[in-house]
Each structure stands twice: as C-alpha cells, then as structure tokens.
C-alpha cells in the first residue's frame, strides 16, 4: 500500500508529472483521478470495478438531488441515503450474518445453498469513502454552494483521493471540493516530508516494535503470562492502534501536502483527554465529528431533554461499535464508550474523581475498552480478561521497563503537545539541505528499525 517501493516510484512520477502542469487544474484532477484508480485497482482489480460504478451512482443521485425541488428532492435524498446504507451493510455484514445463520439454513432449498455459498467481496475503504457520499448526498440536498456545477471528474475525485480512499480521513465536500477547483501551490514541501516521515516513525518503529514485542504474544495466549502483564498488553495496544492510525493519518497528510492539499488532522493527543467525551473529541475526529452530524443529530441530539439525549448517544456509539464489524467484540466496545459517555453527563459533578486522577482513569477505561476491539471474538476477549486476574504465574517480561516506557510514553505526549509548533517553526529556520538531511537520515532509521515486508495498517480493514 502506501509503505511499498512500487507505491513511492509511482508517487515520484505523479509528483513530477503533476507540478509539470501546474498551470491546469483539471490537467491535475484528470491525473490526480488515474493515479487514485490505479492505486486502488493495485490492491485488487476487481475493487476498483466496485469504486468506480459506485462513482457513478452517486454521481447520478447527486445530480438528482441537486436538480429537484421540495418533497421531489427530499425523496430522492431518501432513495439515495438507502441505497447507501444497503450498499455498505451487505457488504459489510452479509458474511457474518450468513455464517451465524448457516446451522438454521442448512436446509435443501435452492435459495438456501445459494445463499450459503454466495462470497461477497468486501472493498478496502468502503466504509470511508461511504460516508464520503453520504455527506455529499446531504450537502447536495441543502444546497451546499461546494456542490454546485458539480462534474463526474470532480465526484470520481473527491471518492477515490487515493491519500484518503483507504482509511480516511472522512473529508466533507465543503472542505475538499472547493481544494479540487482551486489552483495549487507548492509550498513548504518540508512540512510535508516531515508528516511522511512522522508517519514512517510512528508504524514502522512504534506501533510495530509494540506489536511483536507486546501486544501479539500476550493476546495470542493471554493464559500464559501474569495479569500485570496483561494489563500492561492492553495499555500496549492502546499505544500500538494510536502510533499506527496517526501514521497513516501523519503519512496520507503528508502525502496530500505535496500536492498542494490541506487534510483536516485525525488527532489532537486523545491520550490527554480527561474524560471519555474529551476522548471522542480527540480521536478519530474526522469519524466522530461525522457519527454526530448525521446520526447523533438527526435522532434529536441535546434537543428533546435529557435522558433522550443520553440514548441518543448511546445509539450513537453503538453505531460506532457496528460500524467497525459485525462481532460481538465491537458491540460490547461500542457499549462500553457510550455508557461510559452517559455516566460522564449525568454523574453528579461533585461526586467526580480529582482532576488529577481524570487522565489516568480515562487512559485506563480505554485501554480495557481496546480489549474488546483487539480480540478477535467475544470469547478470546473474556478469556484475555479472566487470564488478567491471575496475578500468580511468574513474570515473562520486563514490567518494570514497561511501566516505564508507558510513562515516557505519557512525557512525550505532554512535551509534544506544549512545544510541537516551535519545534516546528524553528526547525523551518535551517536551509533546506539541513532539513533535507535531517529527513533523511530519520527516513532510514525507521527503515532499518521496521520489520521485513510490508505491514499493514490496522484501519484499512474498516
């Protein structure tokens, strides 16, 4: 994907086959969109016939939308928004459905065998650039001026952006269209190459020393290793699903930088977040602020008192939970946030922890609620948590040095968030060969550090 060496030769001949015709910008879009199919159709063909006759469609939608009037458009907004829903729900959850059902259908009717053996091919990012058209349906509906003149170029572009098509971040047609219809400057390319590079050091040196050295054992066979240990595997994790998500974020950032396109970050330090609400605000912020405007705020949001409000988000957390997969897992992590939301509205304040303890506590309820998400099924998650109550088979890792790495972990943070932008603008002061060199060698670090091949991104299964 976007850590292969046939990914950075391609980028490399875009990039200098794009700035070339930096004074057409629908030479750019053209180029732009045939470098995104080809991306995507990289990672398997027939996905990319999937993204394209689904281009298609919503353009036509979109185009109907925009064309009628009253409760004609109001009904087209509906159709669409249900043949979204359709889309990604089959695809989504046919395969779990159907193997949950199988013992009851393991009947003799044809329809039966064909409904058991029918294989649905899932597409990477189908649920992002999903979401991507469910807005821009909206947007279209309430005359959003970014959705006017719209063109199939245009559509095709703003679904299958191939730094965004994979794992998001979940961009609005008020934020990336107008982008697309601009022209575009080349600017600061150090910023950008610092985010690539941020993104490479995050992945291939964090999130996946933590991987094979923590998170993987433990999970594989909680059973063996010390409920300290265990503890400190979901904490790991934490750490782990946060370096490897804000590196795809920090690299596709990037990535879109050097083309001359501003990103909307993912993050702002969720670990720092005192609350599990401050938590949503800070993580995955491009899907949270999503989850609000269009089911957290059609089911009536803060509007029809309070306990309505706190079901309403619930609902929504739950959504969240369905939305990253079928499994019960998901379900008890999407419950878990919500409840842990509501109790954060309606706990009486003067009965809330001391501000000093809010961090760590908040810190601790994700870390276990991450648990639920990292398992595979329900059942390996409880047994993680049974083996976490044993605390007598004797130590396999170095907790002490664990307990100290998450501490730095914690400082690094703090640090970052206190003296990331002056760091940033000092270092913009050195002449580009420094900044160049700098990179560089950062660049080969992180290779040499990584694994062998070519590991994948958590997030671009969902």
Not at 33 to 58: E, G, I, K
Not at 273 to 301: C, K, N, V
């Amino acid at each position: 994907m976007y850590l292969s060496p046939e990914f950075a030769l391609g980028f490399f001949v875009l990039f200098a086959i794009y700035w070339y015709f930096e004074a057409s910008v629908s030479a750019q879009n053209r180029l732009l969109l045939l470098f995104s199919w080809l991306f995507y159709a990289s990672l398997d063909v027939p996905l990319l016939v999937y993204l394209l006759l689904f281009s298609a469609s919503v353009h036509l939608l979109a185009r109907r939308i925009r064309h009628s009037q009253g409760a004609s458009r109001r009904s087209w907004l509906i159709i669409g928004l249900s043949c979204l829903a359709t889309f990604l729900c089959s695809l989504k959850y046919y395969l779990p459905l159907r193997d949950l059902l199988a013992p009851y259908l393991a009947g003799s009717s044809g329809w039966e065998i064909k409904l058991l053996s029918l294989e649905l091919l899932v597409p990477i990012g189908v649920s992002f650039y999903t979401f991507q058209a469910v807005a821009l349906l909206v947007a279209c509906y309430r005359d959003d001026p970014a959705c006017r003149d719209l063109t199939l170029t245009e559509t095709g572009l703003y679904l299958a952006f191939f730094p965004t098509v994979v794992a998001g971040p979940i961009c609005r047609p008020e934020f990336l269209l107008p982008q697309l219809r601009q022209p575009r400057l080349f600017v600061d390319p150090a910023h950008g190459l610092g985010l690539v590079v941020r993104g490479l050091f995050k992945k291939l040196v964090v999130a996946q020393w933590l991987a094979s050295t923590w998170v993987d054992p433990l999970f594989a066979s909680p059973a063996d290793f010390n409920g300290l240990e265990l503890a400190l595997g979901a904490a790991a994790y934490a750490v782990q699903i946060y370096a490897d998500f804000s590196g795809l974020t920090d690299l596709v950032m990037g990535l879109a930088w050097l083309l001359g396109f501003r990103l909307a970050d993912n993050f702002n330090q969720p670990y720092l977040a005192r609350s599990p609400q401050e938590f949503w605000r800070r993580w995955h912020m491009s899907l949270s602020t999503w989850i609000r405007d269009f089911i957290y705020i059609p089911l009536g949001g803060s509007r029809r008192g309070l306990w309505q409000t706190q079901f309403n988000l619930l609902a929504a957390m739950v959504f969240s939970g369905l939305w990253h997969g079928a499994g019960w897992n998901y379900l008890v992590w999407g419950v878990l946030h919500g409840m842990a939301c509501v109790l954060g509205n309606v706990w009486p304040k003067h009965l809330l922890p001391p501000s000093l303890m809010r961090l760590p506590l908040t810190f601790i309820f994700v870390s276990f609620a991450w648990i639920f998400f990292r398992a595979p099924d329900i059942d390996q998650a409880l047994a993680y948590l049974l083996a976490m109550g044993d605390w007598t088979k004797p130590f396999s890792y170095n907790v002490l040095g664990g307990l100290l790495l998450l501490g730095g972990f914690f400082g690094v943070q703090q640090l970052s968030a206190r003296f990331r932008e002056p760091l940033r603008a000092r270092l913009a002061q050195l002449a580009w060969p420094a900044q160049l060199t700098g990179l560089t060698l950062i660049t080969w670090v992180c290779i040499e550090l990584g694994p062998s091949g070519i590991p994948a991104f958590i997030y671009s299964r969902y």
